[in-house]
C-alpha cells in the first residue's frame, strides 16, 4: 500500500490540526472563514485547553496549526504556547502581527518549536487593506520587521489568493525574501464571510492558469498547503499529498470545543463532536460516525470518468458544499470547465449552505452585505477601501475584544469597529 493510500483511510492521530482559539479579533476580514469578530462566552478555559494539549501529547501529535480569529488576543495564549511546547507539541500560530512587538519578537526568536505565519493578503496596503482593514498592512510589515530584527528564523506569510493579487506573486515572494520568510499561499474558499464575496474575489479562470503556471515556474520553495491540487489537472502534478484529508489527516478544534472535519467546513454536516465530550478529542477522532465515513473508499462520483480525476480527486469538499454543489461532483473551480457548467446548472430555488457559525461584529441578514463591502467593478480598478455596513448588532457595541483582559486588547492600532 502505498502511503498516500495509508492517509486515505485516516491515520491514529491527526498530522494537520487546526485549534481556533477564540473568534475574538480585531479585524473584520471580508473572506473570513470563521467570521470572526467577538469572543464567544462559551470558550474554552485555560484548564480546558491545557487538558486538550495533554491528550494531544498523549496522542503524539506533532504540532498543532493555531488560529481564530486573532490568537493572541486571548490573555492565557502566551501561557498556552509555552504548556504546549513544554509537552513536546509544537505550535504554528496565524496572526495579523498585532501583538508581535519587539519584546515578543525577540521571546519567540528565543524559543523552540514554534513558527509564526503573518496574514497578508495583499503586496501593496491598497490590495491588503481592501480586504483585511486599514492600517492591517502596515500592522503585518511591521510584525515581520521585528521578527528579522530579533532573528527569527523564516517566518511564514500567509496569502490567501483573491482576483486582486494573484498578479503580485512575484512582488509576494520578494517582500518574504527581505525579511528572511517562507511565502505561503492559501486559496480563497466560500466560507464563513468568503462565502459573501466569493463571486468578487475568486481568481479568475485564467488566473488559476496564472497560479499554476507560476507555481510550476517559481514555486520550488513556496508552501500550498494542499491548497492547490485542483490545479494539477492542467498537467504536473503540484507537490503535496493532494487530496482532500477531511478527517482522515485533517481536522480541527474550533473555540468552544467543536471537532469539524475540516477548518474550511465549519457547518453542523462536518461537526463530529466535541472536545468536552465523554472521551474527549480522542474518541471523536478515532471513532465519531462522520470520521469513520469519511475515512471510506470514495466513488469519485462524476468526476471519476474525467481523465484528471487522479491528480485533482475532484477538488475541495468545502467549496464544493459552500457553492451548493454535490460532494461526490466538480470543484466549482474546477480548471476543466465542469464546476462553471454545475454552477451554472443550479436551479433559482437551490439552496446554499451557510454556517450557523457567525460572531461578525454586525447583524446580518440573508442578503445583508459583509462588513467589508465589496464593489469591485474590474479586476484592476482602484479601491476605495473598505467601508462599514449594515445595521449595527446591539450585543456587538463594545469591543469585539471584550472580556479579554486590558493588557491584552490594548494596542497602537485603532481600527474601526461596528457600532462604534
Same mark, same amino acid.
Given at each position: 500500500?502505498?502511503?498516500?493510500?495509508?492517509?486515505?483511510?485516516?491515520?491514529?492521530?491527526?498530522?494537520?490540526?487546526?485549534?481556533?482559539?477564540?473568534?475574538?479579533?480585531?479585524?473584520?476580514?471580508?473572506?473570513?472563514?470563521?467570521?470572526?469578530?467577538?469572543?464567544?462566552?462559551?470558550?474554552?478555559?485555560?484548564?480546558?485547553?491545557?487538558?486538550?494539549?495533554?491528550?494531544?501529547?498523549?496522542?503524539?501529535?506533532?504540532?498543532?496549526?493555531?488560529g481564530g480569529g486573532?490568537?493572541?488576543?486571548?490573555?492565557?495564549?502566551?501561557?498556552?504556547?509555552?504548556?504546549?511546547?513544554?509537552?513536546?507539541?509544537?505550535?504554528?500560530?496565524?496572526?495579523?502581527?498585532?501583538?508581535?512587538?519587539?519584546?515578543?519578537?525577540?521571546?519567540?526568536?528565543?524559543?523552540?518549536?514554534?513558527?509564526?505565519?503573518?496574514?497578508?493578503?495583499?503586496?501593496?496596503?491598497?490590495?491588503?487593506?481592501?480586504?483585511?482593514?486599514?492600517?492591517?498592512?502596515?500592522?503585518?510589515?511591521?510584525?515581520?520587521?521585528?521578527?528579522?530584527?530579533?532573528?527569527?528564523?523564516?517566518?511564514?506569510?500567509?496569502?490567501?489568493?483573491?482576483?486582486?493579487?494573484?498578479?503580485?506573486?512575484?512582488?509576494?515572494?520578494?517582500?518574504?525574501?527581505?525579511?528572511?520568510?517562507?511565502?505561503?499561499?492559501?486559496?480563497?474558499?466560500?466560507?464563513?464571510?468568503?462565502?459573501?464575496?466569493?463571486?468578487?474575489?475568486?481568481?479568475?479562470?485564467?488566473?488559476?492558469?496564472?497560479?499554476?503556471?507560476?507555481?510550476?515556474?517559481?514555486?520550488?520553495?513556496?508552501?500550498?498547503?494542499?491548497?492547490?491540487?485542483?490545479?494539477?489537472?492542467?498537467?504536473?502534478?503540484?507537490?503535496?499529498?493532494?487530496?482532500?484529508?477531511?478527517?482522515?489527516?485533517?481536522?480541527?478544534?474550533?473555540?468552544?470545543?467543536?471537532?469539524?472535519?475540516?477548518?474550511?467546513?465549519?457547518?453542523?454536516?462536518?461537526?463530529?463532536?466535541?472536545?468536552?465530550? +465523554?472521551?474527549g478529542f480522542q474518541?471523536?477522532?478515532?471513532? $465519531? !460516525?462522520?470520521?469513520?465515513? *469519511? @475515512?471510506? =473508499?470514495?466513488? %469519485?462520483?462524476?468526476?471519476?470518468?474525467?481523465m484528471h480525476y487522479?491528480?485533482?480527486?475532484?477538488?475541495?469538499?468545502?467549496?464544493?458544499?459552500?457553492?451548493?454543489?454535490?460532494?461526490?461532483?466538480?470543484?466549482?473551480?474546477?480548471?476543466?470547465?465542469?464546476?462553471?457548467?454545475?454552477?451554472?446548472?443550479?436551479?433559482?430555488?437551490?439552496?446554499?449552505?451557510?454556517?450557523?457559525?457567525?460572531?461578525?461584529?454586525?447583524?446580518?441578514?440573508?442578503?445583508?452585505?459583509?462588513?467589508?463591502?465589496?464593489?469591485?467593478?474590474?479586476?484592476?480598478?482602484?479601491?476605495?477601501?473598505?467601508?462599514?455596513?449594515?445595521?449595527?448588532?446591539?450585543?456587538? +457595541?463594545?469591543?469585539?475584544?471584550?472580556?479579554?483582559?486590558? $493588557? !491584552?486588547?490594548?494596542?497602537? *492600532? @485603532?481600527? =474601526?469597529?461596528? %457600532?462604534?
Open positions: 500500500m502505498k502511503l498516500v493510500d495509508h492517509f486515505q483511510y485516516g491515520l491514529n492521530s491527526p498530522i494537520c490540526l487546526t485549534w481556533e482559539l477564540t473568534y475574538a479579533c480585531n479585524l473584520s476580514c471580508a473572506h473570513c472563514l470563521s467570521s470572526s469578530g467577538r469572543r464567544d462566552p462559551r470558550e474554552l478555559s485555560t484548564a480546558e485547553a491545557k487538558a486538550v494539549i495533554d491528550e494531544l501529547q498523549r496522542m503524539q501529535v506533532f504540532y498543532i496549526n493555531i486573532e490568537p493572541t488576543v486571548r490573555p492565557d495564549f502566551w501561557e498556552l504556547l509555552d504548556y504546549s511546547i513544554a509537552h513536546n507539541v509544537g505550535v504554528k500560530f496565524s496572526t495579523n502581527g498585532l501583538k508581535i512587538d519587539k519584546k515578543r519578537a525577540a521571546q519567540l526568536a528565543a524559543t523552540d518549536y514554534v513558527d509564526i505565519q503573518i496574514s497578508l493578503d495583499g503586496a501593496t496596503p491598497e490590495v491588503n487593506d481592501y480586504v483585511r482593514g486599514p492600517g492591517s498592512y502596515d500592522m503585518a510589515i511591521r510584525a515581520l520587521e521585528n521578527l528579522a530584527e530579533a532573528g527569527f528564523a523564516q517566518p511564514k506569510i500567509s496569502v490567501v489568493m483573491t482576483r486582486q493579487n494573484v498578479d503580485q506573486l512575484d512582488e509576494f515572494k520578494a517582500i518574504a525574501d527581505k525579511y528572511g520568510a517562507q511565502l505561503r499561499i492559501t486559496r480563497l474558499r466560500p466560507s464563513g464571510r468568503g462565502a459573501d464575496v466569493w463571486d468578487e474575489l475568486h481568481p479568475l479562470p485564467s488566473q488559476q492558469k496564472q497560479m499554476y503556471d507560476w507555481l510550476v515556474d517559481r514555486g520550488d520553495q513556496v508552501l500550498t498547503g494542499d491548497s492547490f491540487f485542483h490545479l494539477s489537472a492542467f498537467g504536473e502534478a503540484l507537490p503535496g499529498l493532494n487530496l482532500c484529508g477531511a478527517g482522515r489527516v485533517v481536522c480541527l478544534i474550533d473555540p468552544v470545543g467543536d471537532v469539524y472535519a475540516c477548518p474550511f467546513a465549519i457547518h453542523e454536516n462536518f461537526l463530529a463532536g466535541n472536545v468536552r465530550d +465523554e472521551g474518541r471523536v477522532w478515532e471513532s $465519531s !460516525d462522520l470520521f469513520t465515513e *469519511l @475515512r471510506q =473508499p470514495q466513488t %469519485g462520483g462524476a468526476c471519476q470518468s474525467c487522479d491528480a485533482c480527486q475532484g477538488g475541495c469538499m468545502a467549496a464544493k458544499f459552500f457553492t451548493g454543489l454535490p460532494l461526490d461532483g466538480p470543484d466549482p473551480e474546477c480548471v476543466r470547465g465542469f464546476g462553471e457548467q454545475a454552477l451554472a446548472a443550479r436551479g433559482d430555488d437551490h439552496v446554499i449552505p451557510k454556517s450557523d457559525v457567525n460572531h461578525s461584529r454586525t447583524k446580518l441578514g440573508k442578503k445583508s452585505p459583509v462588513l467589508l463591502q465589496l464593489s469591485m467593478g474590474r479586476p484592476d480598478a482602484p479601491s476605495t477601501g473598505p467601508r462599514v455596513s449594515g445595521r449595527p448588532d446591539r450585543a456587538c +457595541e463594545t469591543s469585539p475584544l471584550a472580556g479579554m483582559g486590558a $493588557s !491584552d486588547t490594548d494596542s497602537g *492600532l @485603532r481600527l =474601526p469597529v461596528a %457600532g462604534s
